[in-house]
């Protein structure tokens, strides 16, 4: 059985060593067409972010070329090839530049300005974002090393691993002059790109690529010892902030089960949570709980401190409770909660008669338009020698009394170009009975 299952998940048989070699060492060139597409890839992920469209994002993933060079910088580790993983770091760090700059350029320019949910996604990781890049990197070196290679399954942890959107959100921040997003962003970014480059160098120690061995053995133990200090800088601060992100998932995690069973325990019968906030430091961690109800005691809220830092193991969080005071009781609560609810119905009733105005306004000139066309109509029976006529209102104001009233104007062209006064005179007295106005005046 032992033998069956080795045999069912052996890696190494099917390894192709040079063929591997010679496809990631292609795959970390930066130039000519790869920068091209590189920008172009930028552009395309920062108009999905922009239009907050998911099918873009991934299409500019599947398109993006930057996860050559990381996959290098895990490779040439593996191999100790002191030559690859100085290129591979230095177009990493060309890309990151090209990426930022091409992004940064775009939100400057776009008429869009607002962070939308694809943008935010982007601004802070967690725990899976470690998962994905790591086991997402394992998957991209398994099918490359492959004899026969998956286009499908590369072209699938491309869109896993989500190097592009990071890059993208960071030239957002800087474009916006919001520092906490590109910190975010670039954050995220940095942890991606370190599990992909350390999950490439786990499977290649696994498949026992061969290291490159110097003449000269000096030599040898310099680009070892090169490499080691490397990766130990690299590695360090890395292996900090991805601790930090699972304290930081743990945290978020226990503090809402503990809101929850709060909320369900007996000493809340009476008391409901109506919103809670959780905030995470590095050195100091708060949950804070907002109530309506029972105000608690300060017992009460001390026992539920010590619940929160002893049973559910958040012993450096401190819980803040949002109270009406235990001055007011609940039917004074409830007068508040009706008083809120009242100025609501006024904001509501207020805002349905400006909508009922505006109504009015629009029916009154729906109605005006439809007596000027039915008047033109009635013109032009008795008047078949007016081509253009029109009526509307005019507001007249004294420039000493500073009266004003209104007159209604009546504008007519005939077809022979001339006026003619006694028709004119006639449709004034008869639009005055019409319109039951005392006052009207014709111009041509």
């Known amino acids: 059985m032992w033998r069956r299952i080795k045999d069912f998940a052996q890696l190494r048989e099917d390894t192709d060593y040079e063929a591997t070699i010679e496809t990631i060492s292609k795959g970390v060139e930066f130039r000519g067409m790869n920068m091209w597409i590189l920008v172009f890839a930028i552009i395309v992920a920062s108009v999905g972010l922009n239009v907050n469209s998911t099918a873009v994002i991934i299409g500019a993933m599947l398109i993006s070329p930057l996860m050559g060079p990381i996959c290098g910088i895990g490779f040439s580790v593996g191999i100790m090839d002191e030559h690859l993983l100085q290129k591979s770091v230095k177009n990493l760090g060309i890309m ?6 091409a992004s940064f350029l775009y939100f400057l320019l776009s008429p869009l300005g607002d962070a939308q949910s694809e943008l935010l996604a982007r601004t802070r990781p967690t725990i899976f974002d470690v998962f994905i890049a790591f086991f997402g990197g394992l998957a991209g070196i398994v099918a490359t090393s492959r004899k026969s290679q998956s286009i499908t399954v590369i072209s699938g942890v491309a869109i896993a691993t989500a190097l592009m959107p990071p890059l993208c959100t960071a030239g957002y921040g800087l474009a916006t002059a919001q520092f906490k997003y590109f910190f975010g962003a670039f954050y995220l970014f940095f942890l991606n790109s370190f599990f992909i480059a350390l999950a490439t160098f786990v499977m290649v120690r ?31 601060p890395s292996i900090i902030l991805a601790i930090d992100v699972v304290r930081q998932a743990a945290f978020n995690s226990q503090a809402i089960k503990f809101v929850n069973e709060t909320q369900e325990s007996e000493l809340f019968e009476n008391i409901q949570i109506v ?12 949950v804070t709980l907002s109530l309506v109800g029972r105000p608690l005691t300060n017992s009460e809220i001390t026992e539920l401190q010590k619940s929160l830092q002893n049973q559910y193991g958040l012993t450096h969080t401190k819980l803040i409770v949002k109270q009406t005071g235990e001055a007011i009781d609940i039917t004074k609560q409830n007068e508040i909660i009706e008083d809120i609810i009242n100025k609501k119905d006024l904001q509501i009733s207020r805002q349905d008669s400006i909508i009922e105005q505006l109504q009015g306004q629009l029916s009154a000139a729906r109605t005006a338009e439809t007596l000027s066309e039915q008047l033109a109509k009635e013109v032009y029976v008795q008047y ?4 253009e006529f029109a009526i509307t209102e005019m507001t007249q104001v004294n420039t000493i009394t500073l009266e004003n009233h209104v007159t209604p104007i009546v504008y007519i062209q005939w077809k022979d170009g001339k006026t003619n006064s006694a028709a004119e005179q006639k449709i004034a007295a008869w639009l005055k009975v019409r319109l039951n ?7 041509h």
């Open 96 to 101: 990151v530049l090209v990426s930022l700059l």
């Open 384 to 387: 078949p020698g007016i081509r």
């Open 275 to 286: 919103n809670s906030i959780r905030e995470y430091h590095a050195k100091e961690q708060s």
């Open 437 to 443: 106005v005392d006052e009207i005046k014709v111009i």
């Open 206 to 236: 696994f498949l026992s690529f061969p290291q490159i061995q110097y003449v000269d053995h000096a030599r040898n133990r310099a680009v070892k010892r090169i490499i080691t200090v490397f990766t130990v800088i690299v590695l360090v």
